[in-house]
């Protein structure tokens, strides 16, 4: 019995760790007057490993760039620009992950995980526009990016948001978009078309988090059989008026 309890719960743990590998999204909210990197699904709000933070961008409202750190604490990372940013991006490199015959998840590449049935490696990025009229950067950084073809925060809720998804630069056609990842983050509310476009609703005054995600085949690599990519797009609907 106890042997069958230790083999359930490293199961269970083992589909924990597949969860927070794959299905979890990124994005960023401002609390307690800092900018906070969210890790997590929908409502949830995960710790995580702060040096999985592969970097973090700044940028003033003409598109220059503002020097930014990334206060890496024990549960999550803090992003800390020199000023206050008009756009933020972030990116996170969440390894390379191994399912074993027994259906666990490994943090490391098949070829250390003897007998491994699947094997992923997963990256996570966000872009954050905070001021109205912000000049949006190269966004090469981020390989898989939703960008709007209007500025966000002039949009309005309850209007469609025109926006692009491109995967290294190149539009991606045939993606589900979700429109508010935080309230309803299985809920598609539109899809690419061939020139990866697409119109989303802005459903919130406060907070949108917009997101996409796409998994790419990788050939004659040891150690993993597939990338898999997620963004998200991350404005507020309405200015706020005291």
Do not use: C
Request: proline share 6%; aromatic share 6%.
């Amino acid at each position: 019995m106890y042997r069958k309890l230790a083999a359930l719960s490293l199961s269970l743990l083992g589909l924990i760790f597949a969860s927070e590998a794959i299905a979890h999204g990124l994005w960023t909210e401002q609390r307690r007057g800092n900018i906070e990197v969210i890790y997590g699904h929908g409502a949830e709000d995960n710790a995580f490993k702060a040096n999985k933070i592969s970097g973090a961008w700044a940028y003033s409202v003409n598109g220059k760039m503002i020097p930014v750190t990334v206060e890496r604490l024990s549960d999550h990372a803090r992003l800390q620009p020199l000023s206050p940013p008009a756009v933020m991006a972030v990116a996170l490199d969440n390894g390379m992950w191994s399912q074993t015959a027994d259906k666990q998840w490994i943090n490391q590449g098949r070829s250390k995980v003897p007998g491994a049935i699947a094997s992923t490696q997963t990256f996570k990025y966000s872009l954050a526009i905070y001021h109205e009229g912000a000049k949006l950067p190269k966004l090469e950084r981020l390989k898989l990016v939703i960008v709007p073809q209007v500025d966000p925060l002039t949009v309005g809720p309850g209007n469609a948001l025109p926006v692009v998804v491109k995967l290294n630069g190149k539009p991606l056609a045939g993606i589900k978009l979700i429109g508010d990842y935080r309230s309803a983050p299985d809920v598609v509310s539109a899809e690419t078309d061939a020139q990866g476009r697409a119109q989303v609703m802005v459903r919130n005054a406060g907070l949108n988090v917009i997101t996409a995600q796409t998994v790419v085949p990788v050939a004659n690599n040891p150690d993993i059989t597939e990338q898999g990519f997620f963004t998200s797009l991350t404005f507020v609907g309405e200015a706020h008026h005291e």
